[in-house]
């Protein structure tokens, strides 16, 4: 099990950058895939990006393919979101997360979670 505090995140206009870390505490870290997901007002809480134990990015939505990057030092216990050419629909709360299974592509897949951070991206 591992703790995990986000940073980063806020307000930009469209076509922004922004980057979200995800430090993690405890043990293990490097032993678990970790992923970032989203969640809109109304919305399900969906998965946007997936990376491996070993830095391999695994998975990235549609919505976000070409426009956002996932990466981890597990050095530094941490795992990124780079988001860019940010558009007003990728306003949501975004969290990270943790799971023992590689391909793991559900919220109820995934143990451990950030506290969220909220994104506002402004047209």
């Known amino acids: 099990q591992v703790q995990l505090v986000q940073s980063g995140g806020g307000s930009v206009q469209a076509g922004g950058s922004l980057r979200l870390s995800c430090v993690a505490s405890?043990?293990?870290?490097?032993?678990?895939?970790v992923a970032w997901f989203r969640q809109a007002p109304g919305e399900e809480r969906e998965i946007i990006a997936r990376?491996?134990?070993?830095?391999?990015?695994?998975f990235y939505a549609d919505s976000v393919k070409g426009r956002f990057d996932i990466s981890r030092d597990n050095a530094k216990n941490t795992a990124f979101l780079q988001m860019n050419s940010l558009k007003p629909e990728d306003t949501a709360v975004y969290y990270c997360?943790?799971?023992?299974?590689?391909?793991?592509?559900?919220?109820?897949?995934?143990?451990?979670w950030g506290q969220g951070t909220q994104v506002i991206v402004s047209s």
């Open positions: 405890g043990r293990g870290f490097d032993t678990f895939v």
């Open positions: 990376v491996s134990t070993s830095g391999v990015p695994t």
């Open positions: 997360a943790t799971s023992p299974i590689f391909r793991a592509i559900r919220p109820l897949e995934y143990g451990d």
